[in-house]
């Protein structure tokens, strides 16, 4: 079954509300843009923004954290925050420390379900996720972008398994990650979640729906979600390996 395309972009705007710093973040990207802040020039200092935006200093730095991964500033230390340059990076680069961060990742961009259909799980997808070879599950399919006007830079499909399958039709008006929705609704706590992440040539499917050339190489993010049953959703996300940046900070433990 193929639902027709359904666009939601007051939901999605009502959902970015929530999250302050992006507020924050594209106010800052504009004055940068319309050279308030000039290249070169100094940040005002996060107590300033403290102040400004009546925020917390975590909100600020959150804020500054996003525009460094747009390319415009560069935190120094001793030095400050300086604007680098006035216009953003092209492509999309994505940084992931926590699941809480998937989930704002989910809030910050716009997905487009674009097909929802049955499908028969083969022996290599039955391993990826989790399943039984000849099983039954659902395929969610859909393109992400920064807005619903904005080119898409990751094509995605998640599998959702059987005895969940009823929650798919609900996934095109979801707010927030996938796994999330799935999560609550079906009352199955994620315990642990898994990342592969791979390189291969983009197949025509994929330069059609990304809209770039031939002959590009993918990076494909592969992340399965699990409960105490079992895989609650496994989704796989391709993006033009020349135009996507991801990056994972990791914090130790312990001390040394």
């Not at 083969?122 to 859909?142: F, L």
């Not at 592969?196 to 197949?203: D, E, F, L, N, P």
């Amino acid at each position: 079954m193929r639902p027709s395309p359904i666009k939601q972009p007051d939901q999605m705007l009502d959902a970015e509300k929530t999250a302050r710093y992006v507020q924050i973040v594209n106010v800052l990207k504009a004055r940068i843009v319309s050279g308030l802040y000039p290249v070169g020039s100094l940040l005002p200092t996060e107590a300033d923004f403290c102040a400004e935006f009546a925020v917390s200093r975590y909100t600020v730095r959150e804020a500054l954290r996003r525009l460094m991964e747009l390319g415009l500033v560069s935190r120094r230390q001793g030095s400050g925050t300086i604007v680098e340059r006035a216009e953003t990076r092209e492509g999309y680069q994505f940084t992931l420390r926590s699941l809480s961060e998937l989930f704002q990742y989910a809030l910050d961009t716009y997905f487009r379900v674009t097909a929802i259909d049955e499908v028969v799980l083969t022996a290599a997808i039955a391993d990826e996720v989790g399943g039984k070879r000849g099983s039954r599950g659902t395929m969610v399919s859909g393109l992400r972008s920064r807005s619903p006007d904005s080119k898409p830079f990751c094509m995605s499909k998640s599998y959702i398994p059987d005895r969940l399958a009823w929650i798919a039709p609900e996934l095109p008006g979801c707010i927030g990650p996938f796994y999330a929705h799935i999560e609550k609704r079906a009352n199955e706590p994620i315990l642990t979640a898994e990342q592969h992440i791979s390189a291969g040539r983009m197949t025509p499917e994929m330069t059609a729906a990304l809209d770039v050339g031939e002959d590009r190489v993918s990076l494909l993010m592969m992340r399965r979600y699990m409960s105490a049953k079992g895989t609650v959703i496994a989704s796989y996300n391709w993006h033009d390996a020349a135009e996507f940046t991801y990056r994972m900070a990791i914090q130790r433990d312990e001390k040394p």
